[in-house]
């Protein structure tokens, strides 16, 4: 039975290829795709999310803070990058969750609820774009709402929306007790 889950936060192709991919993001999806195998095969859950906006971005908080049109619904920005072999018939297609924000709401997991057929799920390691956005949201709220799971954040497979704003999100995840491995 599954004791881990891996959460995968926003590799789409917006934010490793289109309009606020980096250099950084594409050099880490290497990492990415062998950090799902490894799960994929262990048999433990993975579970995606992907950042969901709409034609009317811009005119949104978010949109006017951050004036870059990405992930708009149904376009290309919005897929999940093709190396990471998410499919149509794909097993992990039911485990995408669409998030409107920067955090999902955790809490809303009644399909799992960090438990699987009565069991605890023990650890949660999170990976994926922007560390010092997304990543970091995801596992603050996590770390809240689960406070006695362990989390961890491989920063290798991390990429922030510049360098030191990755380093940053990672030293301020450690200092909220989070586990920030691979830092290199």
């Not at 917006?14 to 795709?33: H, M, R």
């Not at 009565?118 to 949201?137: A, F, M, N, R, S």
């Not at 709402?145 to 290798?156: G, K, L, M, N």
Request: glycine content about 6%; charged content about 25%; some cysteine.
């Amino acid at each position: 039975m599954a004791k881990k889950i891996l959460v995968v936060v926003d590799v789409q192709n917006d934010f490793v290829y289109g309009s606020l991919g980096s250099d950084e993001a594409i050099a880490i999806v290497p990492n990415i795709v062998k950090k799902i195998n490894e799960y994929r095969n262990n048999g433990d859950f993975v579970i995606f999310t992907k950042d969901t906006h709409e034609v009317n971005y811009l005119n949104t908080q978010e949109g006017r803070k951050l004036p870059v049109e990405h992930c708009i619904r149904n376009t290309w920005g919005w897929e999940i990058i093709s190396e990471l072999a998410v499919e149509e018939e794909s097993p992990d297609l039911r485990k995408i969750r669409y998030k409107d924000t920067f955090g999902y709401h955790w809490d809303y997991l009644p399909w799992l609820g960090m438990f699987e057929l009565g069991k605890p799920i023990y650890e949660v390691e999170i990976i994926g774009l922007c560390t010092d956005i997304c990543v970091i949201t995801n596992a603050l709220c996590l770390k809240t709402e689960f406070p006695e799971v362990e989390i961890t954040v491989d920063a290798s497979c991390c990429a922030g929306s510049t360098p030191v704003k990755h380093k940053a999100a990672l030293e301020v995840m450690e200092s909220c007790q989070i586990n920030v491995i691979n830092k290199n």
